[in-house]
């Protein structure tokens, strides 16, 4: 269908034109290029830790995580249900039970108190979501954590620059991971990364990312035969990624001042509306928005109507237990409530940098008039 305001819009300029150009430019080193460990000080520097190493998805990153903080067969790791699902899927892949636990109604992040009761002996890591670019409640994670020796893993995926005071999230935990998929805060098309203070872990995540390949020399440009020294993957981006990757940083205090400030402006137009529920971000909590997610009671009829105005909504997200594959294939019941309370009336509406106040205004009055209605 071709919408009349799409759910998100990708943001680019002349500078990403260039810097993926001058790269293509070279003819070399489209694999390995320069710009891939560029990119990763950027971002390292941005989150505020000590390393950052590229993956071609978050997925690949959280993935690879897992195996660097050797999480394997008879672990189990807490994730919400209320995420994407790689967050689940990310321990099956390495053998480990993704155990679900239920999120707070504030930032819809895992809620500490439940989480601390899903621990078992057998509970090695817990993977916190920033929803929407909300940071969650990951200082009380943190403690839990800590307190019983657990790794804790950030799925950062969506709140690239999101902070709490002035730590930025993705820099609280062991290890976290980001994604620069097409509707993230800085994107370049597909792409992740993983980021960590931990020296032994990057360098373990090195050697996952290539093959188990050390690389102490560049593999397509030495006539060496290089050692293999670990079970590894393929999770490189190229050269021409890293590059529209350098240039997306170039902007991305801009873009999250941009998604904030058009938040404000749907904020203070619908918390009048009744039946609409905005999101607010808690005190000391820095949101970046990369959803504008509202919740309704009466969301099929709403995304109907707003459907009949060309306007784009999605619901992010349904929850993971209950998709065929963990209920049916994997046999989960779960009682997480405020998943299911939260799940059933969410939905997300348009909402990218370069969004015109007439396109938010037309959505707008789009949803006053359906509420105005009623069912």
Known sequence: MAWKIPLFKMYWDRDDLEQVNAAMSTGMNWALGPQIPAFEKMVADYIGTRYCLTFNSGTSALHAALLAHGIGPGDEVIVPSF????????????????????????TFGLDPVDVEAKITPRTKAIIPVHYGGFPCQIKDLKKIAQDHGIVLIEDAAEAFGAKIGNTKVGAFGDSAILSFCQNKIITTGEGGAFVTDSRDLYEKMKLLRSHGRPDTLDYFSTIEVLDYVTLGFNFRISTMTAALGIAQMHKVDSLVEKRRSDADYYQ???????????????????????????????????????????????????????????????????????????????????????????????VIQAIKKFEAIGP
């Open 268 to 362: 203070k137009a619908l918390s009048s509306v009744s039946g609409i529920l905005v999101p607010i971000a808690k005190p000391g909590s820095y949101a970046v928005y990369q959803l504008f997610s509202i919740r309704t009671k009466n969301r099929s009829g709403l995304m109907k109507f707003l459907e009949s105005k060309g306007i784009m909504t999605k619901i992010y997200f349904s929850p993971v237990h209950k998709t065929h594959y963990y209920q049916k294939v994997l046999g989960y019941t779960c009682s997480l409530p405020n998943t299911d309370i939260v799940s059933e009336d969410i939905i997300s509406i348009p909402f990218y940098p370069g969004i015109s106040r007439e396109e938010m205004d037309y």
């Open 83 to 106: 995420t994407f699902i790689a967050t689940a899927n990310a321990p099956k892949f390495v053998g480990a039970k993704p155990v679900f636990a239920d999120i707070e109604t504030e």
